[in-house]
């Protein structure tokens, strides 16, 4: 069994990992067909906060989308629109609190839950493991069901 040091995912075999199953999900994503095209965006700032380290560049951005989104009930496709304009002060103007240093806890629901990424049950799991991202953070108490 392999875990990943990021966030503490486990496989069985030594060929499965976090980056196959995300280049499994990017493939998906990149297809446009739905459910898994209209939701890169959010399936894109879930990996990242669950690795930091591999995308520490995203961190903030991933952070805000997914507060706005399940925070403030922003409509996704609007949240990443405006990210991709770069408009400047933009994520400022969200009223997003800070991302914290650090993780606090190792995610609930990581993309390895996630299984195969089956069309029927996909939205629920991307929702289930956004929010356990968020959670990751430290955004528990603030985290609601859909």
Partial sequence: ??????????????????????DQLLALDHSRREPWGSRHGQAFAAFALQHPQRFAGSLDHAWAALHRIYFAGDQPTLVFEQLRSGRQGALARWNVPPRPERPVTSPSVTVANLGAFDADTYAEQLDDWCRASLAMWGAIDRVTSG
Avoid at 1 to 17: F, H, I, L, Q, V
């Fill in 1 to 22: 069994m392999t875990r990943c040091p990021e966030c503490g995912a486990s496989y069985d075999t030594d060929g499965d990992s976090c980056a196959a199953r995300f």
